[in-house]
């Protein structure tokens, strides 16, 4: 029997779409080869918030600092080595990424039930979602089955892939457009600042400089950070004055009012573009919530490493 030309091209596009459709993330990946995963990860999560809460925030960050650099696979885990250059000492991660010794404590936990299975990719992707949830943010389903990297990118990760807290509205429309993220989902993940502190370097220069901040605010946050450089660089300030250790819609408040802590916070509502998401989202905290999570989503679909790509590693600072 003949075959036209046609059906060809349909079958090759059937086979096409099975073979995309099955190399994608899903909740589900985990099912029956490590089904205790999402619990045994959330209790060492858990207990973790329980002794600094801020370790939710640095988990969170983690997951967007691995992200940005060349999509969600694990490689802002691995350590330099004489002849590796990793993403860890690139400006943005230097002395500031924190939480790794709390993925390789969940790793161990989670390879105790079932060796060789989950990523250390999934396992950060995880860790994000139950710190917004324990820190009394929303729930979300997170897709899973990333692997992880063999290489990081040190160039990427230290030239500006990751938005600066100098960055202004056209900058960081611009470097969440390249990872596929809408100016809405940039502002809705801007939101992530509702939990966590930030160092005296990242908002010395819009307490002292700008002109869009609230007056007595900078003035009790120049009081822990001085205005000379090299001094009291590492001291910390709350992301979010109101309740900094509570995942709500304060942060859109704040800005507002003109009290965001970075630069890059307050050019969210600054006569720009962005101004009436900012305003939505500090009057209705569930579409904050729901922005939040597709844009997390969305996020953590970038670029997985997928099927016979990368690897599982067993220890999150080198390659197998």
């Not at 990760?157 to 990751?162: E, L, P, S, W």
């Not at 001094?231 to 704040?254: C, E, I, Q, S, V």
Request: proline letters at 3%; hydrophobic letters at 35%.
């Amino acid at each position: 029997m003949a075959h036209s030309p046609n059906s060809y091209v349909a079958l090759a596009l059937i086979f096409l779409l099975i073979g995309t459709s099955s190399a994608q993330l899903s909740e589900k990946f985990y099912s029956n080869k490590c089904p205790k995963v999402f619990d045994t990860v959330k209790s060492v999560v858990r207990s973790a918030v329980a002794k600094e809460r801020r370790i939710g925030a640095s988990l969170l960050r983690l997951f967007f600092h691995d992200c940005f650099v060349d999509g969600c696979d694990g490689s802002i885990l691995l350590d330099d080595t004489s002849s590796f250059k990793g993403e860890k000492t690139a400006a943005p991660n230097n002395n500031s990424v924190r939480g790794y010794e709390l993925i390789d404590a969940i790793k161990s936990k989670v390879e105790a039930i079932c060796p060789g299975v989950v990523s250390y990719a999934d396992i950060v992707a995880i860790t994000a979602r139950d710190s917004v949830l324990i820190l009394g943010g929303p729930f979300w389903n997170v897709k899973v089955g990333r692997r992880d990297s063999r290489t990081a990118n040190f160039t990427a990760a230290n030239t500006g892939v990751i938005p600066p807290p100098t960055s202004n509205l056209t900058n960081l429309i611009s470097t969440f457009q390249a990872q596929g993220l809408s100016a809405k989902d940039m502002v809705a993940l801007s939101g992530a600042h509702t939990i966590g502190k930030s160092r005296c370097t990242s908002f010395r220069n819009h307490i002292y400089n700008d002109s869009n901040i609230d007056n007595t605010f900078a003035k009790i946050r120049q009081n822990n950070c001085p205005k000379k450089s090299g001094l009291g660089d590492n001291n910390l300030a709350n992301l979010d004055f109101r309740t900094p250790t509570y995942f709500d819609n304060n942060y859109y408040k704040n800005l507002i009012i003109k009290r965001g802590l970075l630069h890059s916070d307050q050019v969210l509502f600054n006569g720009g573009s962005t101004d009436s998401i900012v305003k939505t989202y500090s009057q209705n905290d569930k579409a904050f919530d729901s922005d939040f999570v597709a844009a997390m989503i969305k996020m953590g679909n970038n670029k997985p490493l997928i099927g016979k790509q990368g690897e599982i590693r067993k220890n999150c600072r080198r390659f197998n």
